[in-house]
Every structure is written in structure tokens, then in C-alpha cells.
């Protein structure tokens, strides 16, 4: 596809409209319809400066020029490559810290590229085909699912989270309509209905593990202003205790 045509569908894809983002990018709305319908072709610079402002994934910003006529400017190294050494030992050095507690690294298609001990206990039992994709592992019924309580609510929430990615991550597709298409099991405890709400300040995730219920938080880390394609997909997620209970019991 040209690159007009993608950049549109960026724009509609944030909802801004051409005089919005002219404006944010020191230009005018007579041009950018130039652009996006072919008739101008943007510089470098300004192919960069709309990508970022549109909030672009790095991988796409490449496609972008390469659907302009530039040659890519971000690397897409191999994450165990050389000059990626400083961001493996960080990355262990933080799945490190949260031990006890589970935590794991996946890229942008959910892919697991590194967890810490606490989340191989999670995972005791599971196939270990699943094991490598954090979706697989969570929603497929040789799983996690049969554990999870409330299991089709939380199903719900991980299926639109996945569906929010596609838009920007087209090659997620793939992934959804296997994930989505996986039996649907009752999960630990919990019918169809929604998940419950307790007044917390945030709704847990609650696995059942050694004939026990842990409940977790969930936070998702990724890095500031990258500049490698590989970097920029990287996300830690982290499975904080809710409850006394859980951080006892991870800590025993």
C-alpha cells in the first residue's frame, strides 16, 4: 500500500483530523491531503515527525518509509544479539527483583522470552506446547483456564485486549482467531456472568494453585523511548500479591 493510504488510515485510526494533526506538525491541512492522496510525497523528517505524533509502532514507522521510497531507520535486532546484551540483563535483573513473586517478558505477539521461578510455579501442570505464548497459556483448556476463577469473564477481558492490539499489530490476527476459537471452560469458580467487583482499586486476577485461590494485580512494564523494533515490542508483566494470603503463600 502507498504510503498515503496508510497514513490515513493512522489518522482514523487516532481520530484526528487533517487540520489537527497539520497543526501538531507544523504543517497544513491542504498539504497532508496531498499527501495522503498521493499527489505530495512527504520528506523523511516529515514522515518521522507524523508517524511519532500518530503514535506509531516502531515497526510500522518502517514501513512507512519503506512505502515512501527511504530505507528503514529503526534496527530490528535479534534479542540475543550483542548490542542487545544490556537490555537481557536488565530485563533479568528486574524478572530477578519481583521474585517471589511471578513476572515474565513476552514481545509483541505475546511471544514469552524470559520468566522468572515465580511464574514456572504458576505454571506446574500446564502443556508445556502452551508455555511459550502468554495468550495460549492463559486461555487454552490444557492450560490455565480450567484454574482461573471466573475464568469466561476474564476470557472476555483477555479476548478485548487483544482485539485493542490489532488495529496497530495487524499480524496479532492470526493469534486471536486461533485463541478466540479455544472451548470455552467454567474455570475454577464462576458461571458466565461478570467478573465480581469488591470496591478494590483494581480488579485481580485470582488462580487457583495447590488447592488454594491466589489473587494478583497486574502491572505491564515496557521501555521509554526505543529506538530498535525489538525493544520498543518488549513488555514485562508482573503478578503483584492482592491479599496476604497470596504474598504468604508465594513467600513460603
Not at 228 to 238: K, N, R
Request: include cysteine; glycine fraction near 6%.
Amino acid at each position: 500500500m502507498a504510503v498515503g493510504p496508510l497514513l490515513r488510515q493512522w489518522r482514523q485510526l487516532r481520530r484526528i483530523s487533517q487540520l489537527d494533526l497539520a497543526l501538531a506538525v507544523d504543517s497544513s491541512a491542504r498539504h497532508l491531503s496531498f499527501v495522503e492522496t498521493g499527489r505530495a510525497r512527504p520528506s523523511q523528517a516529515m514522515l518521522l515527525k507524523l508517524a511519532e505524533h500518530l503514535e506509531v509502532p516502531l515497526r510500522q514507522r518502517n514501513a512507512l518509509l519503506v512505502a515512501a521510497g527511504y530505507a528503514p531507520v529503526y534496527s530490528a535486532l535479534a534479542l540475543d544479539s550483542p548490542p542487545l546484551a544490556p537490555v537481557r540483563a536488565g530485563l533479568e535483573r528486574l524478572l530477578a527483583a519481583y521474585e517471589p513473586y511471578p513476572a515474565l517478558v513476552f514481545d509483541g505477539g505475546y511471544q514469552v522470552v524470559a520468566a522468572n521461578a515465580g511464574v514456572q510455579r504458576l505454571l506446574a501442570g500446564v502443556d508445556s506446547s502452551l508455555c511459550d505464548n502468554l495468550m495460549r497459556a492463559l486461555l487454552h483448556p490444557s492450560g490455565l483456564a480450567p484454574r482461573v476463577v471466573h475464568f469466561p469473564a476474564w476470557r472476555l477481558y483477555m479476548l478485548e485486549r487483544l482485539e485493542r492490539a490489532l488495529p496497530a499489530w495487524p499480524a496479532l490476527r492470526a493469534l486471536y482467531d486461533e485463541v478466540s476459537g479455544y472451548e470455552v471452560v467454567r474455570g475454577a469458580v464462576g458461571g458466565n456472568g461478570p467478573l465480581p467487583d469488591a470496591g478494590l482499586v483494581a480488579q485481580p486476577f485470582q488462580l487457583e494453585c495447590d488447592g488454594t485461590v491466589l489473587s494478583f494485580v497486574t502491572t505491564a512494564t515496557t521501555f521509554n523511548t526505543p529506538l530498535d523494533v525489538t525493544v520498543s515490542e518488549l513488555a514485562v508483566e508482573a503478578f503483584l500479591p492482592a491479599d496476604q494470603h497470596t504474598a504468604s503463600f508465594l513467600q513460603g
